[in-house]
Structure formats: C-alpha cells, structure tokens
C-alpha cells in the first residue's frame, strides 16, 4: 500500500528564506552587490522585508527584477537632478513617478514575492509596517528621510524613513513565515560625523536609537559591508559601494549555504524519521 500513501500523502509547505535590506540611502548600491553574489549562486529568497533604501531595493526584488536589471535602472537615474528636486520640494512625488515608471502602479498584493517594508510615525517615533496598498507610496514613506522630504501621509498618519524604528526588519521576514533569514546592514560600521542634518535630526519629535537590533535578533545571518567612508548621500561611489556588496556576501556565502543546508537537512532527516506512512496524518 505504499503507492497508496504516497499518492494521497500530505504536501508539506515549503521551507522559506527570507531577505531583510536595511536603510542606508546611496549605500543600497551595496544591497544590489549582494544579490549578484546570491545570484551567481543559485540562491533565491521567498519573502523580503527591507527599510528607506532597503525596501525599494525589496520591492524591485520582490517584482523578480534581477540585480543587473536594479543596477541598470539606477545607472539611469540622474541623482543631482533628484536631489536637487528633493530639496527645492521636500516632497517624494519625484521618487513615487520613478517607481511607478518601472514598476508599475502596482499593490502589494501585486507583487511577484511577498514583501513588506517599514517606516515611522513622525508623531510618535513608532514603527509601522507596511504590507497592503499602495507600493510606490509605502517605499516613499519608508524612504521619507528629513530634512530632505516632508512625511508622507498613509491612512491618515504622517510617516518618515524606516530607519528610525527599525532599520534591517528581519523581523518582517519571520512574520512572511521565512525560517531563515539574511539581513544586510549598511550602517554596522560608520563614523560619526556632526553635520547640519545631525543637528537638525536631534530635533527630531521623537527618540530613538539602536534601530538595528531587531534585524540582529531576527537574523540567522547578517551581513556588513564595510562600507564607513560612504554616507547615504555618496552618489559618486555607486560602482565601489556595489563591489563591496558583492565581495562581502561571497565572504560570506559558505556560511549562508551551510544554514540553508541545515534547514533542508532537518527536514530531510523529520521526514526519514516519520516515514511515508505517517506523513499522511
């Protein structure tokens, strides 16, 4: 009665990886570094989470656009024009007509892979997570980094930049049901400079510190491109901020293969121990 038990058995859900892409501005060049290096070798994530930088970077992955086709539409982009955009208007309407031109006017229930991102009430400093609607306007609010843009409103409540609440959710992942995760923070090493943004973000109406920490707890695996002479605003080194992307998660990719291949191995050894007959409960 084998046959029997194998025809009629129980499918069991597939066992998912999950992407997190912290914040970073002009340093998510490294993010698409990161996924040539998957790429290259054979890795594919279900489910992807991502902050600022991180979720449209998400988003495009989330919409099965290869890393050579994210790479080419942000070699495309005339960053001084935006930027100087950015602060004559101090709103995202230029970045929302970006993404919809090459993504499409699109819900998030429209994507091609499940994905969320987060940001942050402006008013109260909490994190809010963003998971329906709209996808161009969720990656603006996400992406919504004073002084430079002016919250965007969703659902009436004015949101900022992921990255005040938490930047590499890793957490949002778990919550998309990934069983291992990989984040990638483009902040761990930074110097810290004071500047006029600095003085104007300790203005800010609401506390907040290590945003990182939740991608840490949440992540199996977190990469760190040593990326501290670049700042968000470092439009001029999009090429070297990539190849170290890409050189860090060829560092790290036995690591990441290994992991995978115990979470396969567990499974593979449950299903030996069950046996066919009792996988049909």
Same mark, same amino acid.
């Given at each position: 009665?084998?046959?029997?038990?194998?025809?009629?058995?129980?499918?069991? $859900?597939?066992?998912?990886?999950?992407?997190?892409?912290?914040?970073?501005?002009?340093? @998510?060049?490294?993010? /698409?570094?990161?996924?040539?290096?998957?790429?290259?070798?054979? *890795?594919?994530?279900?489910?992807?989470?991502?902050?600022? *930088?991180?979720? /449209?970077?998400?988003?495009?992955?989330?919409?099965?656009?290869?890393?050579?086709? +994210?790479?080419?539409?942000?070699?495309?982009?005339?960053?001084? &024009? +935006?930027?100087?955009?950015?602060?004559?208007?101090?709103?995202?309407?230029?970045?929302?007509?970006? *993404?919809?031109?090459? =993504?499409?006017?699109?819900?998030?229930?429209?994507?091609?892979?499940?994905?969320?991102?987060?940001?942050?009430?402006?008013?109260?400093?909490?994190?809010?997570?963003?998971? &329906?609607?709209?996808?161009?306007?969720?990656?603006?609010?996400?992406?919504?980094?004073?002084?430079?843009?002016? $919250?965007?409103? =969703?659902?009436?409540?004015?949101?900022?930049? @992921?990255?005040?609440?938490?930047?590499? $959710?890793?957490?949002?992942?778990?919550?998309?049901?990934?069983?291992?995760?990989? @984040? =990638?923070?483009? %902040?761990?090493?930074?110097? !810290?400079?004071?500047? /006029? /943004? #600095?003085?104007?973000?300790?203005?800010?109406?609401?506390?907040?510190?290590?945003? %990182?920490?939740? #991608?840490?707890?949440?992540?199996? +695996?977190?990469?760190?491109?040593?990326?501290?002479?670049?700042?968000?605003?470092?439009?001029? @080194?999009?090429?070297?901020?990539?190849? =170290?992307?890409?050189?860090?998660?060829?560092? &790290?990719?036995?690591?990441?293969?290994?992991? +995978?291949?115990?979470?396969?191995?567990?499974?593979?050894?449950?299903?030996? &121990?069950?046996?066919?007959? !009792?996988?049909?409960?």
């Amino acid at each position: 009665m084998a046959w029997y038990h194998k025809l009629f058995k129980r499918e069991k $859900p597939k066992k998912k990886l999950g992407l997190a892409l912290g914040s970073g501005g002009a340093k @998510g060049m490294a993010h /698409i570094g990161a996924l040539r290096a998957f790429e290259e070798n054979g *890795i594919e994530f279900d489910v992807v989470a991502g902050a600022s *930088i991180g979720s /449209i970077v998400g988003a495009f992955y989330a919409d099965r656009y290869r890393a050579d086709e +994210i790479l080419h539409l942000l070699e495309t982009v005339n960053f001084k &024009e +935006i930027t100087n955009m950015f602060m004559v208007k101090m709103d995202t309407v230029g970045l929302e007509d970006v *993404i919809n031109r090459y =993504i499409g006017d699109l819900s998030f229930n429209e994507l091609k892979k499940p994905f969320m991102c987060t940001a942050t009430d402006y008013r109260t400093g909490e994190e809010v997570d963003l998971k &329906e609607g709209s996808v161009a306007k969720a990656l603006c609010a996400s992406s919504s980094y004073p002084p430079f843009f002016k $919250p965007v409103e =969703i659902d009436g409540r004015l949101l900022v930049d @992921g990255a005040f609440s938490n930047a590499v $959710p890793a957490d949002l992942a778990r919550q998309m049901g990934a069983q291992f995760v990989v @984040g =990638i923070d483009l %902040s761990a090493f930074k110097k !810290e400079k004071k500047s /006029i /943004i #600095g003085d104007w973000l300790a203005k800010m109406p609401f506390e907040y510190g290590n945003t %990182s920490q939740k #991608g840490y707890d949440n992540s199996d +695996i977190m990469l760190k491109p040593p990326l501290s002479e670049y700042s968000a605003a470092s439009f001029s @080194g999009l090429h070297e901020m990539y190849e =170290i992307g890409y050189e860090t998660a060829m560092k &790290e990719m036995p690591a990441v293969k290994e992991g +995978i291949a115990a979470l396969n191995g567990a499974k593979a050894a449950k299903k030996k &121990e069950k046996g066919d007959g !009792e996988e049909t409960e």
